[in-house]
T-cell receptor
């Protein structure tokens, strides 16, 4: 079955370290997104990519970086410049209309904790 | 994208209908109403969306008022597994990855629905 795979599910990072979160999709979707969610809060957009080799900053891009070398993959790197990286990170993709729905699909998330 | 207002929490008895309201008084003519839900520690799940007509699918029904300033998501027979945070979002729909919108979803704090036995 097609879907989005995020790995790892749980990740622990020491302060000052960079860490990369994986997001892979086999839905043949062009657009991919990274969101951050803090406890009791909605989702905030970090970065998005509408097509391979192109990506744009979202609302809270500082301290994060991404790449989109392949259509299937959109990894997110949390750098040491991100002052409060502990959060739940969600990856999503979007294709065209599918049987009347919008076509958004979310991964199951990665919970990052700085220790 | 238009701002939405939802109650922070609601309760519902198992087997009864759950009616979740959403106000979107500044919605534009080309903006759709979308509903997603998020079960604890999982990614959001699409439920339903609509423009101005009422919609129904296997998960839920969506009732949009005639002036489109508010809507109600109806889960006809709530189960314990429907306990989740429900998000109402309004935005312009796109037919693909292009168009005038890059597809951002603006999530508010949503409604925490608790279904109890």
């Amino acid at each position: 079955d097609g879907g989005i795979t995020q790995s790892p599910k749980y990740l622990f990072r020491k302060e000052g370290q960079n860490v990369t979160l994986s997001c892979e999709q086999n839905l043949n979707h062009d657009a991919m997104y990274w969101y951050r969610q803090d406890p009791g809060q909605g989702l905030r957009l970090i970065y998005y990519s509408q097509i391979v080799n192109d990506f744009q900053k979202g609302d809270i891009a500082e301290g994060y970086s991404v790449s989109r070398e392949k259509k299937e993959s959109f990894p997110l790197t949390v750098t040491s410049a991100q002052k409060n990286p502990t959060a739940f990170y969600l990856c999503a993709s979007r294709g065209g209309r599918e049987r009347g729905r919008e076509g958004y699909t979310f991964g199951s998330g990665t919970r990052l904790t700085v220790v | 994208d238009a701002k939405t207002t939802q109650p922070p929490s609601m309760d519902c008895a198992e087997g009864r209908a759950a009616n979740l309201p959403c106000n979107h008084s500044t919605i534009s003519g080309n903006e759709y109403v979308y509903w997603y839900r998020q079960i604890h520690s999982q990614g959001p799940q699409y439920i339903i969306h609509g423009l101005k007509n009422n919609e129904t699918n296997e998960m839920a029904s969506l009732i949009i008022t005639e002036d489109r300033k508010s809507s109600t998501l109806i889960l006809p027979h709530a189960t314990l597994r429907d306990t989740a945070v429900y998000y109402c979002i309004v935005r312009v729909a796109t037919g693909g990855a292009g168009g005038t919108s890059y597809g951002k979803l603006t999530f508010g704090q949503g409604t925490i629905l608790t279904v109890h036995p």
